[in-house]
């Protein structure tokens, strides 16, 4: 199991909207979110909690764009130069019959390389096993999660109450 | 709510959900021990993988001279069958990726079956190749690696090649995405399992916490993997059709091939889903997920492709008298009345005149017909491969070599194979996967469920707390049957 060696704060809601206005009423006072879990993506909460767009659709443009060089180029390479065979009295380099081909592998490695980078990136993968806050937050809790690792007593106490008046259902503290 | 409540549209999920419930009630099949009807239907489906097993080591022991192919005929029942599952294969991602591009919600409750469906259907269409081939350990020739032989590299022009790199990208392109969709729910199961469940159900859910940020990643990357698998459902079965229309056979050398395959693969994937869903949802209980508005929009998808279909047989028949091309003529006029006849009928029995029933709305929405129906179409479809490949190619341009093509036992049970791998695997995920995509409905759940909480509604709370439930009646409760 991966350690993130940090105490957490964190309040569990029971609705996306209470959710929602939870995160805008923590920002307003200045405090910084660790992190947000929810059991489905909520939508607009990105913007409120200022995560920036996701640049994920930039890469696939980029393994897209592999797959076609590659296929395309390789084609080429073996019907004019490697082993040059005439089909059906077509040229060598019969462009409009390598088309579908470097389609489909333009798709596949746009896919493959875009799964596969948005499994690094966010750290997960077979055997992965990130350490988590609740079991319920993959049911229906909707959960705000403060680090609180170098803080006083005090200062926990003041945060504990700020996810109080945000109506949190539950408010517990975790080291994970 | 960002969504756009309608007070028109009747809700997607009935029976008044909260998320927990939602959870509870998709988790279920995961959690208990399965039934007598389950095992019953596993056991039939062991019997088909047994008796395909026997057709299946005969074909490959003997070779394919135990098939009834022969020198006029090439392609009979193998090929039929492998058009026939990938045709399958499309309604998958059509619902997860361009119903997802059209923003329509009624995908979420059907999207991961009917992906499933795709995974199994292209796996068993996969087979027929294969074994056509005639040497399956030797399969691997079709790929172009650096070889002893040269290196001799395989025929980047030919559609068969093709088709072999349509075909794999397809499955593994269809694979990534539903795997990816899957984790999430897998999470769901792991936090509620114990034990060994446990372990395993982590080790599937690749560690998934649900944080804000993997969500948004986890959207992007689902809307991109839809963007690119919209052309490419659409390229896989028109490069499947370019497997005919490419060659110089009259009934296969036709320009409107391609969209004709891809409007019958869709169609009689819709219908293949409509089999599983209404038996899925009743064996599971989702009838709150997979309602009658789902049905009915599937049956809309059905009627719409069928009758494209339809007006392509017609096409087809006009363009080969206009042609002026005696071959051409003689092929279809063979298709529709030479010894093959029955199985013209069948196909535009079964493909044409049979879906036409749900233009009525009443139909849209019976359960019975629908069922019946789905599977009436599924033969029909069966039957436009069979036509159009048989009786292209059992009588051609000489006469002394035309035949009459039936198939063996071996190659009705290498059918029967790949029924019973398609039950087994899908049996076997019914009961270890969420067959509905839980994140993705508890994500419309206010939208386009009939809890109801969008603007609309709280216009409603003001004049009555129970306003909402006049207007939106359920529907999916009142017309079952």
């Not at chain 2, 030479?338 to 029933?357: D, H, R």
Request: aromatic share 16%; charged share 15%; hydrophobic share 45%.
């Amino acid at each position: 199991m991966r350690k993130y060696n940090k105490t957490v704060l964190y309040g569990l809601y029971n609705d996306e909207e209470i959710l929602k206005s939870a995160v805008v009423a923590i920002k307003g006072k200045q405090v910084d979110i660790w992190d947000v879990f929810t059991p489905f993506p909520v939508h607009g909460l990105d913007p409120l909690l200022g995560l920036k767009e996701s640049r994920l659709h930039i890469a696939g443009f980029f393994y897209g764009l592999m797959g076609t060089s590659i296929a395309f180029g390789f084609m080429t390479w073996v019907f004019t130069r490697d082993w040059p065979i005439i089909f059906g009295g077509k040229p060598y380099f019969s462009a409009p019959s390598f088309i579908p081909i470097t389609f489909e592998f333009t798709v596949l490695m746009a896919a493959v390389g875009m799964v596969i980078t948005f499994y690094l990136v966010c750290g997960l993968g077979p055997g992965v096993t990130n350490p988590y806050l609740d079991n319920r937050i993959t049911d229906d809790k909707f959960c705000i999660a403060l680090d609180i690792t170098n803080y006083s007593a005090e200062e926990i106490e003041q945060l504990s109450s700020l996810l109080k008046n945000t109506d949190a259902e539950e408010i517990h503290t975790k080291t994970i | 709510m960002s969504g756009v409540v309608s007070r028109v549209r009747p809700p997607l999920i009935t029976g008044n959900k909260t998320y927990h419930q939602i959870t509870e009630d998709i988790c279920a099949s995961t959690e208990k021990l399965p039934g007598g009807g389950w095992v019953m239907l596993l056991m039939m489906a062991l019997g088909l993988l047994t008796f395909g097993g026997v057709s299946m080591f005969f074909t490959i022991w003997y070779g394919i001279g135990t098939w009834h192919l022969n020198r006029t005929v090439g392609w009979g029942w193998d090929i039929t069958n492998f058009v026939w599952w990938v045709g399958i294969g499309h309604a998958g991602t059509l619902i997860s990726a361009i119903l997802l591009l059209f923003r329509q919600k009624w995908r979420t409750g059907v999207n991961r079956a009917a992906e499933a469906m795709t995974i199994f259907a292209v796996m068993c269409a996969a087979i027929f190749p294969g074994i056509h081939m005639g040497r399956i350990w030797v399969s691997f020739f079709v790929l172009p690696y650096p070889n002893t032989r040269g290196p001799l590299w395989v025929n980047f022009n030919s559609p068969l090649l093709w088709d072999v790199f349509a075909i794999s990208t397809y499955f593994t392109v269809s694979l990534l995405f539903w795997y990816t969709g899957l984790v999430p729910d897998f999470a769901t199961i792991r936090d509620r399992a114990k034990g060994f469940r446990k372990k395993v159900y982590n080790f599937l859910s690749f560690g998934w916490t649900g944080s804000a940020k993997h969500w948004q990643r986890w959207e992007s990357l689902s809307l991109i993997l839809a963007g690119i698998s919209t052309p490419l459902v659409l390229s896989v079965h028109t490069i499947v059709s370019f497997d005919f229309a490419t060659s110089v056979i009259p009934g296969w050398h036709t320009t409107i091939m391609p969209p004709y395959f891809v409007a019958g693969a869709i169609f009689s994937g819709f219908a293949m889903v409509q089999t599983l869903m209404i038996i899925t949802r009743k064996a599971l209980k989702l009838e709150d997920y997979i309602t009658i508005e789902h049905i009915e929009s599937m049956n809309k998808v059905i009627v719409l492709t069928g009758s494209i279909v339809g007006v392509a047989y017609l096409t087809e028949l006009f363009v080969a008298w206009y042609s002026g091309y005696v071959y051409e003529q003689f092929a279809f006029y063979n298709r529709a009345l030479g010894p093959y006849w029955w199985s013209y009928f069948a196909m535009m029995s079964c493909n044409v005149i049979s879906p036409q029933f749900f233009w009525s709305r009443t139909m849209r929405r019976n359960i019975a017909v629908t069922f019946a129906l789905s599977i009436v179409v599924n033969i029909g479809m069966w039957f436009e491969r069979f036509v159009i490949i048989v009786t292209s190619l059992h009588r051609d341009f000489l006469p002394s070599s035309w035949v009459y093509y039936s198939p063996s036992w071996v190659e009705v049970g290498d059918y029967m194979f790949t029924f019973g791998l398609f039950g087994t695997l899908y049996l076997i995920f019914v009961r270890v996967a969420p067959v509905v995509a839980i994140a993705e409905i508890k994500s419309i759940l206010k939208t386009g469920g009939n809890q109801y909480t969008g603007e609309n509604a709280e216009k409603h709370h003001a004049h009555s707390s129970h306003a909402h439930v006049a207007h939106r009646p359920n529907l999916g409760e009142a017309d079952k049957p």
